[in-house]
């Protein structure tokens, strides 16, 4: 009998990372599901998956989870980089330890669970890597700063690791959803802030949080998880898959206009859109 393909999600414990690792099991994957929620992780348990705590940028405790598979199940069979987080912020007043935590999540760990599980996809002549990326890595807009700069690395990540070990049978996927509806996400909108009145960003900081509210709530304009999941199963199944897929109309639609408009006009639409 032919063994259960393995799979290794992180952020498995939310949003994105939660849907793809519930369908890879119900399509018979035996999943590693990794986060850093312990209530979350023992829900997956309790579904049968092999859940693990994990903060992906602990190096010494991947290595660790990896070998684990290896010895156990001979290697993984398809990587989900899931993990990751925004930091809307203006950038004059991101502190660059933040920013370092922030690259360190979501491209320094990306390239490091890539690495680790590489060795075995390469012996064996298969294996899908696929990375959770965002249409924010296509372009970029005011109080998001931090946030597309990880993700144009992980954009550049994921198209030139591809390139690399393609001749080895291992196919590389970049998931760029359009805005997503998850639980932190909507946790954003419940709670008001304030800012002291000698912020000189503080009138900005309310355009940005009533626009991106009123954004998130407009119907069709963000996907649900499960939809960025599905997504993630057809590049997992397919033969072939595309090395980029753009989730969401509202998505591909900004793509496109960013390719279509000069440097000059996308500023104007960025800058006109936080005036509220």
């Known amino acids: 009998m032919k063994p259960k ?3 290794l999600i992180t952020g498995a414990t939310s949003g994105i990372g939660e849907a793809t690792a519930h369908r890879l099991h119900d399509r018979g994957y035996t999943v590693f599901a990794a986060g850093r929620n312990p209530a979350a992780l023992d829900a997956l348990r309790c579904k049968g998956l092999a859940a693990r705590e994990l903060d992906v940028t602990d190096q010494a405790a991947v290595d660790r989870l990896v070998e684990e598979i290896d010895a156990e199940h001979g290697g993984v ?12 912020r203006p950038l004059e007043q991101v502190e660059l330890s933040e920013l370092r935590q922030l690259f360190e999540t979501n491209v320094v760990a990306t390239l490091h669970l890539s690495q ?6 390469r012996a064996r002549g298969h294996g899908r890597i696929v990375t959770i990326g965002s249409t924010g890595g296509r372009f970029t807009s005011p109080g998001a700063g931090a946030y597309h ?7 550049a990540l994921s198209l030139s690791l591809g390139a690399e070990v393609a001749p080895f049978g291992v196919r590389v996927v970049l998931i760029d959803p359009t805005g997503v509806r998850t639980r932190f996400v909507s946790s954003q909108f419940e709670t008001e802030h304030s800012y002291p009145e000698d912020d000189p960003y503080g009138d900005f900081k309310i355009r940005y949080s ?6 998130a709530t407009a119907k069709g304009l963000t996907v649900s998880a499960d939809t ?9 199944q397919a033969k072939n898959p595309r090395p980029r897929y753009v989730v969401g109309a509202s998505g591909k639609a900004s793509v496109l206009a960013r390719t279509l408009l000069s440097d000059r006009m996308w500023d104007r639409v960025m800058r006109h859109g936080m005036r509220g």
């Open 5 to 7: 393909p393995v799979a």
């Open 77 to 88: 069979d398809v990587l989900v980089n899931s993990a990751g987080y925004p930091l809307p």
């Open 116 to 121: 680790a599980v590489l060795p075995t996809m």
């Open 149 to 155: 700069v990880v993700k144009y690395g992980v954009e």
């Open 210 to 215: 009533e626009t991106t509210r009123r954004l």
């Open 228 to 236: 960025v999941a599905r997504v993630v199963m057809r590049a997992v």
